[in-house]
């Protein structure tokens, strides 16, 4: 042995020689390999017939793989204390058994304060019973639940996470606890709704323009027309006073003469036959006018739909409706719009104003693509937007195609990264995609996807959750959750 170590060894074994009783220790011994491992020593002295000490017997532990396991406990320990996810701990009854110290700071319970009881402590009456249904039911069943929820903390303030929930095992695979990673979204939420309302009136401003054109067309028209009317009546009027006339001067027997030839001069300025003709038509025009001016606003107080916390059951085909129509000043000059909406859509669960914004986006960049292709070919012929509805499985499907330029192949995932534009400096800021990416995926649980062929056109494809739009009031008793 090295000297360090026969030294220790000498002198423990001196010791229990010396006082003839059993001796355990830990000092670090070196194999065979030359490698120092960590053991456990445990000696005694055996004696011989005569009960006197005739030498020393003892039994050695490796303890290397023990003390590693304990260092690495030591070390996870440590790392999920001082994570910055809330981490939440439960055993299968749904009673929580650990908390590290992000929980107690965002949720202002102590540990001792939650440690024996339920998550649920955290509940803010903002979620349905059926998604803690559905969390129960995912992770019951071995899975992995992921999903935002709206919590309480213990001095009334809400506040918002992103959560995974998930079920540990034992070696045998048999379930022993629960366990939620949580992280405190609520500033991220409160800036991507800033942002989303930001984008709104951006895109209200860049379509006033042409939402005015549009309403200022029909406008005119009908004031024409009114002014038409105005005229006509005024000549009719007079053509009526001397029928008025000519009825008293037959009443009283008096010579008609005079207003016989007043009414033939009266009806032949008033032009009566062309304003007979013409009235019908006005009128017909100016109610046609009236029309469009009233689904122009009903398309603008639905585009602006306010935005609410809670998903509301959402007409997804009177959304588009109307979104295509406020963005009609885009498209109209540059392609046909076809809409070919589902009949049989059902509400769709889902923040009205939020899902209009990406419609908008889609509908604008494909007119925009449409244009570049134009721009590049040369060409006049309108291109042609197409928004498609339908029911998927589980899911409520919008598909927003384009004959424009198409996406190559080497940045069509890069389409959906915050800041990534093909458009000129000045005519996009690459948060279109991003944030219709954020909306539908982080937000609404579903899904976008593109498909492009260069030269041919585009396609999105958004897949968003159909669920029962009556969402339960009381959560489902008996049953432990992560809330």
Known sequence: MPPDIAKIYLQADLQVLKSGGVQDYEAPVRFADGIRRDCRLIKSVFRNKEGEPAGIVGIMFDLSEKNQMLADQRQLAAAVEQSPDAIVITDLQGVITYVNQAFTKVSGYTAAEAIGDRPSLLKSGRQSAELYTELWRTVSNGGVWSGRLVNRAKDGRLFIEDAKVLPAFDSSGVPTHYIAVKR????VVELERQILSAQKLE??????????????????????????????????????????????????GEPTGDVLRGLGEAKANSDLEFALDEIPKAL?????????????????????????????????????RST???????????ATLELELALALPPVPCHPGDINQVVLNLVVNAAHAIADRRAAEGTQALGVIRVATAVEGSSAEIR??????????????????????????????????????????????????????????TTFIIRLPLRDSKLAELELEGEPTHA
């Not at 295509?324 to 540059?334: D, G, L, P, Q």
């Open 184 to 187: 405190d979204v609520t500033a």
């Open 203 to 252: 895109a209200v401003g860049r379509l006033a323009a042409g939402i005015a054109h549009e309403i200022n067309t029909p406008t005119q028209y009908v004031g024409d027309n009114t002014r038409f009317f105005e005229n006509s009546f005024l000549q009719i009027l007079i053509v009526v006073q001397w029928y008025d006339r000519l009825e008293r001067a037959v009443r009283q």
């Open 284 to 320: 017909e025009q100016s109610l046609e006018g009236i029309a469009r001016i009233t689904e122009i606003v009903a398309a603008m107080k639905e585009f602006s739909h306010p935005g609410s916390e809670e998903k509301t059951p959402f007409d997804l085909n009177a959304g588009i």
């Open 324 to 334: 295509t129509t406020v963005a009609r000043n885009e498209w109209k000059y540059v």
């Open 400 to 457: 927003i195609s384009d004959s424009g330029t198409g996406i190559p192949e080497s940045i069509r995932e890069k389409i959906f990264e915050p800041f990534f534009t093909t458009k000129a400096v000045g005519k996009g800021t690459g948060q279109g995609l991003a944030l219709a990416h954020n909306v539908v995926v982080d937000k609404h649980g579903g899904s976008i996807a593109c498909e492009s062929e260069v030269g041919v056109g």
